[in-house]
Nanobody, 120 residues
Framework: VQLQASGGGLVQAGGSLRLSCVAS????????MGWYRQAPGKQRELVAR???????TYADSVKGRFAISRDNAKNTVYLQMNNLRPEDTAVYYC???????????????WGLGTQVTVSS
């Protein structure tokens, strides 16, 4: 399974970016899709997550500014990031919890990450 993320870049504080991540390969069902981020010198942290049923979870630091969504037909997850702050600067990774078939357990897959840089 491959995860291809796009949409990162350099933006001024207060600006917006939209990240996309497409999953491809041997996928029968994607249970949950999410975005994590890792800033230099810090641990990777959850930014937002969305289940198959559409339930969402957000880090407190992004609530009200970021919105996660998914297109199940396209195996794609999005992260709309508004009112960006310099502290949002990090490498953003997409993650899926998926099953290759009905008879196997779910496993995780990670994308390579996309850089988001917010200037003050």
């Amino acid at each position: 399974v491959q995860l291809q993320a796009s949409g990162g870049g350099l933006v001024q504080a207060g600006g917006s970016l939209r990240l996309s991540c497409v999953a491809s390969g041997s996928i029968w069902l994607i249970n949950a899709m999410g975005w994590y981020r890792q800033a230099p010198g810090k641990q990777r942290e959850l930014v937002a997550r969305i289940t198959l049923g559409g339930s969402t979870t957000y880090a407190d630091s992004v609530k009200g500014r970021f919105a996660i969504s998914r297109d199940n037909a396209k195996n794609t997850v999005y992260l709309q990031m508004n009112n960006l702050r310099p502290e949002d600067t990090a490498v953003y990774y997409c993650n899926i919890d998926y099953r290759e078939s009905f008879s196997v357990s779910a496993v995780d897959a990670w994308g390579l990450g996309t850089q988001v840089t917010v200037s003050s």
